[in-house]
Structure formats: C-alpha cells, structure tokens
C-alpha cells in the first residue's frame, strides 16, 4: 500500500457515446452503444461512416477523430486507405503535462519484449529552466527493445513536455531504432534534447545529467 498526500483528486468516470438517435436507422451498435466500423470506418451501411468517439475503432481523443475524418474523405474521394497507426500520442494537459505514446516499460514487459530504458530529467536541460519547467521535477523515459534497440514507447511529464509528442509518434510510426534518434542533431537550446539525452540514456551513454 502507498499513501500519497495530494491537494485535489480528480475521479473520471469515462463517457458514453450519444447515439440513441442512430438505433432507428440500422446502423450496427456494439454493446456499449457505439457504432461498429471497420478499419475504413465504414458502418454497416453502405456509403455511412463513422469517426471519432461514436465509433469503436480507437482511442477517444481529437486527434484521432481528426486523422479519421480527413482519411473518410479520401476514401470517398476513391483513394486507398485504412485506420491502423502504430501509435497514438495521448496527452493529461495538466500541471505538469503527461506524455505517452507507444508502450510504457510494463507493457512492453507483458508483450514479451526484453526491454531496456533510459531517463532524463528537464531539470538538466537548458531551454526547460529558462522556463521554469524544472520546478515540476519531470523527465522523459524511452522504452525500446534490448536486442534490436528498436523505440517501443516513450513517456513524459513535466511543463511544455506535451511539445515533443511529434517526434516521438514518429519515431514509433517509422520503427526508429535507438541509434536514429541518437544519430540525429537536436537544436540547442531546446527541449527537443531531451529525447536526444533520453536516447543516450537508454543506450547507456548519457552526455547531461541533473
């Protein structure tokens, strides 16, 4: 058992989709309610999609519904398509932010995946403390795969962390290895360097460190 002293909690109790209204219509509803789509986000009927949270195939944020509803109108636009990322960043945008995209340490484990990791601190980085940001004791945390060394995942939390999202979906995206990120020049000073360092880090030869 852990006790942690905190000033608020916050208690989410999920949502549920807004769909009543489609029961007449012959749309197919799973058992929650939300309508059944393929990886085309297609219904059950013909020339009817569906995207974003009413639908079933993934995570409910705004982002996704966004890439859902620009890959609807090329396929009705007669172009080839289909749902299936390899990850999708999802973000607390919260004080400090928190960052997640592909799979957290534990969850690579559970796959079966021998796992190494790597983690740095925003206060060892330049940019993050002419911000403040260091004040939120965050850090980044990159999970790849020992053997290979291929990126799994990579977790954040700290002020502006929610920034450096896009590299790290991208990585995940193109089965960046280790030695990609750690190939590549990282601006300085920003806080892009701190994937640079989390890399270094995982591979065992971090430059900076707090």
């Given amino acids: 058992m852990q006790n942690v002293v905190v000033d608020k909690v916050l208690v989410t109790v999920g949502r549920k989709p807004n769909s009543a209204a489609l029961a007449p219509t012959g749309v197919a509803l ?83 995946h021998p796992v190494i990791t790597g983690k740095f601190p925003l206060g060892a980085n330049g940019r993050a403390l002419t911000q403040e940001a260091e004040k939120s004791a965050g850090f980044i945390r990159v999970c790849a795969r020992e053997d290979d060394h291929r990126i799994l995942g990579i977790q954040g939390v700290g002020t502006h962390i929610s920034e450096l999202v896009g590299e790290w979906t991208l990585a995940l995206e193109m089965g960046a290895l280790l030695e990609d990120i750690a190939g590549t020049i990282h601006a300085h000073p920003t806080m892009t360097e701190m994937t640079h360092e989390g890399v270094l880090a995982t591979l065992g030869h971090a430059i900076h460190s707090a």
């Fill in 30 to 112: 799973d058992e929650r309610g939300f309508v059944k789509v393929n990886d085309r986000c297609e219904t059950n009927m013909r020339g009817v999609y569906a995207i974003g949270d009413v639908c079933n195939s993934g995570e409910m944020l705004a982002h996704v519904a966004s890439f859902q509803g620009e890959m609807v109108a090329e396929i009705i636009a007669g172009h080839k398509r289909a749902y299936d990322p390899v990850a999708v960043p999802a973000i607390v945008f919260t004080e400090p932010e928190i960052v997640s995209v592909g799979l957290s340490p534990e969850e690579a484990k559970a796959a079966g």
